[in-house]
């Protein structure tokens, strides 16, 4: 059984950071592209950003770039996002997803198999 669970939420104020964790269990961790997506409330859910399986790739949002950095650790099956500068207009609930892709990442979030429950990230003015 797959299991994605992500940590590190909470609350911080304005330019404050946190960093966001992702662990994964039963699947081949390294067989797979990682992402973080977040949705605010009455709003879609949008990509944040994705790193391929191997770390070579990373792509983000137009929103976090200079702001926020995607890592992985393929030993401890955890992929990772690290939030500077935080801003009010990113608090939502962040959710990680695995992808089983073909070398890439994408920032479709349709295209993601594999689904975490969520953690809460409230940015205070």
């Known amino acids: 059984q797959v299991q994605v669970v992500e940590s590190g939420g909470g609350l911080v104020q304005a330019g404050g950071s946190l960093r966001l964790s992702c662990t994964t269990s039963?699947?081949?961790?390294?067989?797979?592209?990682m992402g973080w997506f977040r949705q605010a409330p009455g709003k879609e859910r949008e990509a944040v950003s994705c790193?391929?399986?191997?770390?070579?790739?990373?792509y983000y949002a137009d929103s976090v770039k200079g702001r926020f950095t995607i890592s992985r650790d393929n030993a401890k099956n955890t992929v990772y996002l690290q939030m500077n500068s935080l801003k009010p207009e990113d608090t939502a609930m962040y959710y990680c997803?695995?992808?089983?892709?073909?070398?890439?990442?994408?920032?479709?979030?349709?295209?993601?198999?594999?689904w975490g429950q969520g953690t809460q990230v409230t940015v205070s003015s």
């Open positions: 997803a695995a992808d089983r892709a073909n070398g890439g990442c994408v920032l479709t979030k349709d295209v993601y198999d594999y």
């Open positions: 039963g699947l081949t961790f390294d067989d797979y592209a």
């Open positions: 790193i391929t399986w191997s770390g070579d790739s990373r």
